[in-house]
């Protein structure tokens, strides 16, 4: 059984992890952690130099990430930091604003996904997200599911009845629902509305899923149930997510990514930098940046 770290503070956290022994293989099981030590990994995505303006604001820059098959990856730093700017470049949920500007690049499976021959919506398609809070469509909880697949293509009724039993079952929820899949969505509670959110973007069979803070309005409970969730699907489904939990990120994920911000000569804002990505027992263990190591233990940010 996993240890319960959800009620230690980071500095408590921190030390734990740095415990030889039962204590690290415990709140970093190996099985959870072995795929990131394997080189052998497949890349999935990739980012290079990528840098993202508003108007003349700079908010992120040359930020270097690489997203492997299999594993969970966390982006972790303090507010203002990038991290979300970052996560939406990975499906170009940035091109719906209107003064965001993406530099770099970023591959998917070998593809540019800023290239002229990558479709935005098609990019959406294969690259789910998940946003903060629930958000679920006013239609029942069958049709939540079965939007997407219909809006891809025309499923016969049996075909529609199977994908969501399906979606359900993945995003652990289909038992608390079955019986009632003609009632609205909103009647869910909020952990079981973001669990449907993730049963939607699992309907259209992605590649890679994005969580931007999944849990962050969701009580211990239900974040437990989202983090068991996530352990699951990860073969499947390789998982970006950002979070400002830093139990959550030593929990559950294989990779860890530490933004933070500084201010240019020039700047008068500041702007989000990746300071260090490793696997996430090192990041937390033994860093090799005094910033990562500073805002892990809880003197910064």
Known sequence: MVEDMSNATISETTARLRQS???????????????????????????????????????????????????????????GCGKSTIIRCFNRMNDLIPTAKVGG??????????????????????????FQKPNPFPKSIYDNVAFGPRVNGKPTKAETD?????????AALWE?????????AFS??????????????LAVNPDVLLMDEPCSALDPI?????????????SDYPIVIVTHNMQQAARVSDRTA???????????????????????????????????????????G
């Open 188 to 201: 869910l509670s909020g952990g079981q509305q973001q669990r449907l959110c993730i049963a939607r973007a």
């Open 162 to 170: 199977e994908l969501v039993e399906r979606s359900l079952k993945r």
């Open 21 to 79: 022994g039962s204590v690290v293989s415990v709140s970093l099981s190996s099985d959870s952690h072995s795929a990131a030590d394997n080189s052998q990994n497949d890349l999935i995505m990739q980012s290079v130099d990528l840098q993202v303006h508003y108007g003349d604001f700079l908010a992120v820059r040359d930020v270097n990430l690489a997203i492997h098959k299999g594993e969970i990856t966390a982006l972790i730093g303090p507010s």
């Open 222 to 234: 239900a974040t437990a149930r989202i983090e068991d969730l996530m352990a699951e699907i990860k």
């Open 176 to 184: 608390e629902v079955k019986d009632r899949l003609k009632q609205s």
């Open 258 to 300: 530490f933004f933070n911000t500084e201010i240019g000569a020039n700047a008068t804002r500041p702007t989000g930098v990746l300071v260090e990505y490793d696997t996430t027992r090192n990041i937390f263990a033994n860093p090799t940046d005094t910033r990562t190591e500073q805002y892990i233990s809880g003197r910064m």
């Open 105 to 130: 690049k970023v591959f998917y499976k070998g593809i540019d996904l800023y290239g002229p021959e990558a479709n935005a919506g098609e990019v959406r398609r294969r690259i789910g997200m998940v």
